[in-house]
């Protein structure tokens, strides 16, 4: 998806606190060619934002796994962490 995405220039970030629901949308990211929403993993808190991204969105094409995080959350139910894939996974179910 962020590949689709092409160069981010802007996303509208989540307030923390914010309760999100399993796949419930909480941010907006923009790029040159569309804006798309971000979905959660998992039910939980929002419980830190970075807000670095505000200013250098494009941290989220450069530094995904690094400085581009986007949120930080408590979740519902831990148990439910073993049905996410990981980015191997990821890549084999779209593809690449």
Do not use: C, H
Not at 6 to 12: F, P
Not at 28 to 39: D, L, R
Not at 73 to 94: C, F, G, K, S, V
Request: net charge negative; hydrophobic share 40%.
């Amino acid at each position: 998806a962020q590949n689709a995405l092409t160069d981010i220039v802007y996303i509208e970030l989540p307030d923390s606190g914010m309760v999100v629901d399993d796949m419930g949308e909480f941010a907006v990211v923009e790029s040159v060619k569309s804006a798309s929403p971000i979905f959660a993993p998992l039910s939980g808190e929002i419980t830190e934002v970075n807000e670095e991204l505000e200013d250098t969105p494009e941290l989220m094409n450069t530094s995904p796994y690094g400085d581009g995080w986007i949120i930080k959350m408590t979740i519902n139910n831990p148990d439910q962490i073993a049905d996410l894939m990981d980015a191997a996974a990821y890549r084999a179910e779209i593809g690449e």
